[in-house]
């Protein structure tokens, strides 16, 4: 993957590419799913499932240097961005070889190697951050671009203004990526913003902003490069807004009574691994057989990651009290 | 108000959350001017489904979904508060609420004061607390203690089903602020209360267990593991008086201090975190208002000083657990 | 003062009004600056001098049925809505025949007979409150307007965009008035705002709004007579920036190092009495002795309030604890 | 590291103002990962006049005015001590930091935890806090106590001169969040320092008086009234030990057990309501490591549960006062 490209060159390995990261994202959250009804995997757990384009296409325009800050909900931006799906499994198994020594669970994925800033479930809380790791990147003079993944309810928040305002106000390097699912839990886009059309709000801190087809890994992509592009150009940040859907209930709590199964299939139609598979095979870039030699590659990958779980050990209660403060030694 | 009488009167089995929900109901039932405000307390049916069916049975203007904006919403609270409502507003967790502290703090809990008294503000918010369901560190917070430090607001931890059904009415009644906080772990527990319980006192605290030799006290979801842990200590001999403080601001020390005189014994049992919990305010009381009548220091189980960690194992071991507890009674007690 | 009408009528009777109440205001902070001095009044003291237009111009566009919030540089709103003087002054001095016994100060004025509910300190956090406030008339069909005065300063906070978008989704009958004064304390609006077109914002929540010269009364009270009709005619929420400027510091312990005497001598210069006043003599509508007669009215009325003021009791330090909670008893 | 010596060395005259300016232009001088920001740090030169001529020494950047966003700000600069600096973040007063409370609860003091271990968060805020100037309900809070119950931050309050000059360095040195409280009274104090005062520890409490009769346990702003109550109490025979907090999380227990075991007696005074202020942990924390030691029951001197009023009587009758410790004292010496 190079981030310095504008357009998304879909040549065969790089669309055998982007359809093998969605793949990845949507089978590790399938089995996760069945992993959360053994309980193996407690507490929240987010699905991502239908939202694959939006993380996947992001990425392709981020380099290595680049950072991520992400929500509750966010799997598939971990796993997208190359955070290690053994890391990311054992993490929600609780384990202490997960990501975050099995502290956080699936809501708190953070790595240093690939500058992953969590794994946020305070709704809105990750933007002031994102502004901030985007302030120091400018501060240092390092061209760096922060991605800040969110939802439309997001947006609603107050910290959500006060951030673009200082992303604006500053022109930081932030790309802040709005993954417009309709929904806030139960509270339909409508019910939660009088301009429902969100990327609209961008223009009131004059920040560049464009909506695209979240179901759609390529306009995703090249949405993305472009909003890079502009960032490294140095016109500030960039407000993208994807317009997705969440096929899978907001949590495993979740009675879904707030929208029709009419409304989810119609949406499951659009599904975005789906859609580059027709395309790319329409078009004859790919064949059965590359996807029947993904989806085995992808399943033994998913099933070394439940492996590593199980096998991974409990970390020691003595140690309970650990990584709350830097121990005074160690400075 | 007093407790409403059970005794011999008709009973009916419900969850903690039924109760809380037929309190809300009876309220939007009883006063056109009460409404309740919240995000997915409506289309969702509730966070912890506490809401669930309200929205059919009494509209959207009554049920009202909000958005993402915690302090917007409570402030509007307030201010519909002032215009003559009656909002229960719902912050989904306390874990949220730091989002909306300046308004509870700086005008909900002020505006009497500041005002001369010329306004109050009739309002009464609602959130989950406790930790204990894997949620990790930013969701699994147990801060009714800091509600406790703010003059000019009540604060309420119904732990019982007759609490979870009656005091919501009270705090409707009362023309300042009230704040109820209800354990998330408490809302699947299910019993018996009388079928026309009502409206209960929200000043005493209540003895949960009559004991002589030594006094817990607690409240919220820690007082069903304190009942658990009285049961381990009664089989040792030593009988405990759990003394439930049900309201956290203004606390009954009446009712705490009879106790301890009587046990000249304590340990506090508070889900927050050890240091700066609301434990070290009524052990600071009791110093103050028993010292002569202690004959043992006074024990704390809390949280121990740590984030809350995801795996169980480890969540279990930062919250306060029975074995804990027994072990600091006997301590007390020198068994 | 008639709510109802959507015009202003320039009529004698009119004009001397808006003339005397700016003047109101002007000579009754003139005194407190001065009582500041002398140590009658204590704590912060925002005088409003300079921005008598925009709190005269809005009331006369309200009815006694509407409601009022403002910010700890409320005096102006105050007196214009009707507060007494002698309740204003004494509420400064500290004494128990304050509006608000004394318990709040110069940044609390409450009025219940008025509606006027302060007097809010924490910038932006008056917001919510007037949503609420309007929610309520609402829900109880009253046809009654909250009118939200804050800075322009308070439109960076989080709160300021949650209550646009909450009173724009639920339609309510709220007028925010911004004060556009220029500056925050000593940060200037360019420093504060990407967007320093503060009336713009309006738009990425839906609200109609507009910018009106602040130092006209005549302008602002047109504007506000609009902009109410437009809320009684089921519009929601209407969004009125009045550009304004604050001739005094911010507090008494401003040393102004942030702007120029240049730049404040130049905004003297649009000093909405003396040009109301200019414009009134010019087409003969009012004369100097009409001036005269006036300045005298409002010396007595200012003497009348220290007077009251000095004359005013201290509550007994037995009282202290009073109005925290109601007393149970009469409940 | 450890208390710079003083004896000896050469004296300057100098507010705490200047004092708190000395020692960030000395941070940002030595460092240039360091950056202020904050509302009006810049042109207004800080509503204390705290950073008064920095912005021309240290340009925009460094010396950064934010708009009125406390909960942007205060994240933006836990993103910044992510990616590398060392900012010092300047929330104006306490009194505004709700609005930027879940930040530091739930990001600043989680974060470490969190990502296990693999990020920590060196970033200072600044905050001026408490009463005294008739600013009235909401801008006269004292809430450091609350602050110092959150696990994963260093909460600190100088009150003398050397601390407010020394504890800026030693709080960027740490890589974990810090807090520094500066109670707004202080800023005016003038006195004499070393010229060459430097970085001062943050771990250990100071005996600010020595005594043998009664621990008198402070911080902050209260430090001075009962450092003016001791000399009373002199007066009167009993000789008072001042023990200063100086850092409120983690609370130095040996230093205040020390004491406490010495005098055997002890009060505790803090600017916070009553009600859930740190002297109650102060308290249970005595009564659990030292309560055979303990001759007489703890005293606290506090604040009266009411938001603070804006006339001057009423809110120095509100307040800690010297008369108020010196009362507490001699109930506790029975003189
Ligand atoms: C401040 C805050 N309020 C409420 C919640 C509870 N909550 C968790 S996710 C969520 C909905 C967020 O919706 P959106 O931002 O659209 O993200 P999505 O879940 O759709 O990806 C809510 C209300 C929270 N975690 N944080
Ligand atoms: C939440 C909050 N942050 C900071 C302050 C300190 N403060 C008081 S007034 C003010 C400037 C407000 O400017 P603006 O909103 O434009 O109103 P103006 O004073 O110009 O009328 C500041 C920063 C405060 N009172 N509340
Ligand atoms: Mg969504
Ligand atoms: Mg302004």
């Not at chain 2, 009656?86 to 909900?108: G, H, K, W, Y």
Request: aromatic share 6%.
């Amino acid at each position: 993957m190079t981030a310095r490209e504008d357009k998304p060159h879909l040549t065969r390995p790089h669309v055998l590419h982007l359809l093998r990261e969605m793949l990845r994202i949507r089978r590790f959250e399938e089995r996760s799913a069945e992993l959360y009804q053994q309980e193996k995997i407690r507490g929240f757990l987010h699905l991502y499932i239908g939202e694959e384009a939006v993380a996947v296409g992001v990425m392709q325009a981020l380099g290595a240097d680049d950072a991520i800050v992400a929500t509750y909900r966010e799997h598939g931006q971990a796993l997208a961005r190359g955070v290690s799906m053994n890391g990311v499994m054992a993490e929600m198994y609780g384990k202490q070889e997960g990501s975050s020594r099995g502290r956080g669970g699936s809501m708190h994925i953070f790595d240093a190697k690939t500058r992953f800033y969590g794994g946020n479930a305070i709704v809105g809380g990750g933007l002031p951050i994102a502004v901030g790791l985007a302030l120091a990147d400018k501060m240092q003079r390092r061209p760096r671009v922060t991605a800040c993944f969110f939802g439309e309810g997001a947006a609603a928040e107050g910290e959500f203004h006060e951030s673009m305002n200082l992303a604006a106000l500053w022109r930081l390097p932030v790309l802040f990526v709005c993954e417009n699912n309709l929904y806030a839990m139960g509270t339909a886009l409508a019910i939660s913003e009088s301009e429902t059309d969100i990327h609209l709000k961008a223009q009131s801190y004059r920040v560049a902003s464009e909506a695209v087809d979240g179901m759609d890994v390529v306009a995703v992509e090249a949405a993305a490069r472009r909003a890079v592009a502009a960032i490294h150009a140095g016109a500030g940040p960039f407000f993208l807004e994807c317009r997705t859907y969440r096929f899978r209930a907001h949590s495993m709590f979740d009675a879904q009574l707030y929208r029709s199964k009419a409304e989810i299939e119609a949406w499951k139609q659009r599904c975005p691994i789906a859609r580059l598979t027709a395309w790319a095979k329409a078009s004859s870039l790919i064949h059965d057989d590359d996807i029947a030699a993904i989806e085995r590659e992808i399943a033994a990958e998913v099933q070394a990651s439940v492996d590593f779980s199980e096998a991974g050990t409990w970390e020691p209660v003595a140690e309970l009290c650990r990584d709350v403060t830097t121990p005074r030694e160690v400075r | 108000m007093n407790v409403a009488p059970t005794a011999g009167t008709q009973k009916i089995t419900l969850t903690y959350r039924d109760a809380v929900k037929a309190a809300i109901r009876e309220a939007l039932q009883r006063d056109e001017r009460v409404f309740l405000m919240g995000e997915d307390v409506g289309r969702y049916g509730g966070c912890y489904a506490v809401s669930k069916g309200l929205l059919d049975e009494f509209g959207p203007d009554r049920i009202r979904d909000t958005p993402l904006s915690e302090s917007g919403f409570v402030g509007a609270g307030i201010g519909a508060a002032l215009g003559g409502m009656r909002p229960i507003v719902e912050v989904m967790t306390v874990n949220f609420s730091m989002l909306c502290l300046d308004q509870i703090l700086n005008s909900a809990a002020t505006i009497r004061h500041m005002s001369g008294g010329q306004f109050s503000i009739p309002l009464v918010i609602r959130m989950a607390t406790g930790a204990g369901r894997q949620l990790a560190a930013q969701h699994s917070h147990s801060l009714e203690g800091w509600y406790a430090h703010i003059p000019g607001i009540r604060v309420l931890t119904p732990a019982t089903l007759e609490d979870a059904r009656g005091m919501l009415a009270t705090a409707l009644a009362d023309p300042d602020p009230v704040l109820i906080f209800e354990n998330v772990l408490l809302y699947h527990m299910t019993g018996e209360i009388a079928a026309d319980a009502g409206p209960v006192d929200i000043d005493r605290a209540a003895i949960r267990r009559a004991g002589r030799d030594i006094s817990l006290i607690t409240y919220g979801g820690s007082l069903w593991k304190t009942l658990k842990a009285a049961e381990e200590l009664a089989g040792l001999g030593i009988e405990a008086e759990i003394v439930d403080l049900r309201t956290l601001r203004p606390l009954d020390d009446a009712t705490i201090m009879q106790s301890v005189r009587k046990t000249r014994r304590a340990v506090i049992v508070d889900e927050g975190w050890k240091t700066g919990s609301l434990s070290a305010e009524i052990a600071a009381r009791i110093v103050e208002q028993c010292f002569w009548s202690l004959d043992a220091p006074i024990g704390r189980v809390c949280t121990a000083e740590v984030p809350i960690p995801y795996p169980k194992h480890l969540e279990d071991a930062a919250l306060p657990q029975p074995p804990a507890i027994v072990a600091a009674a006997r301590a007390a007690v020198w068994r």
